[in-house]
């Protein structure tokens, strides 16, 4: 299991764009990911999921990722959000 605080660079949050590119790229990979904000819990595979987190602007988000390649999967998701979902 490998985990990392993310922070959410987009003025608009985590809707539905970024939302569906961390699925998109988190389908690629056999590990199971998670994300944590807020106490609530959610599966990272999930668009649904993401949206209802209500991630917003500089939110501060545990990613867990747990698998073969964890790894992988992980420095994945980091580049989205370094990369402000090439939305700026």
Same mark, same amino acid.
């Given at each position: 299991?490998?985990?990392?605080?993310?922070?959410?660079?987009?003025?608009?949050?985590?809707?539905?764009?970024?939302?569906?590119?961390?699925?998109?790229?988190?389908?690629?990979?056999?590990?199971?990911?998670?994300?944590?904000?807020?106490?609530?819990?959610?599966?990272?595979?999930?668009?649904?999921?993401?949206?209802?987190?209500?991630?917003?602007?500089?939110?501060?988000?545990?990613?867990?990722?747990?698998?073969?390649?964890?790894?992988?999967?992980?420095?994945?998701?980091?580049?989205? @959000?370094?990369?402000? @979902?090439?939305?700026?």
């Amino acid at each position: 299991m490998v985990k990392a605080k993310l922070v959410v660079e987009t003025r608009a949050g985590l809707h539905t764009r970024p939302a569906s590119q961390i699925v998109k790229v988190a389908s690629r990979y056999r590990s199971d990911i998670f994300f944590e904000y807020e106490n609530a819990r959610v599966n990272a595979k999930s668009i649904m999921g993401i949206i209802t987190l209500g991630a917003v602007y500089r939110a501060e988000i545990l990613c867990i990722c747990e698998g073969e390649d964890e790894n992988e999967l992980l420095a994945a998701i980091r580049r989205l @959000f370094e990369n402000r @979902f090439e939305e700026e």
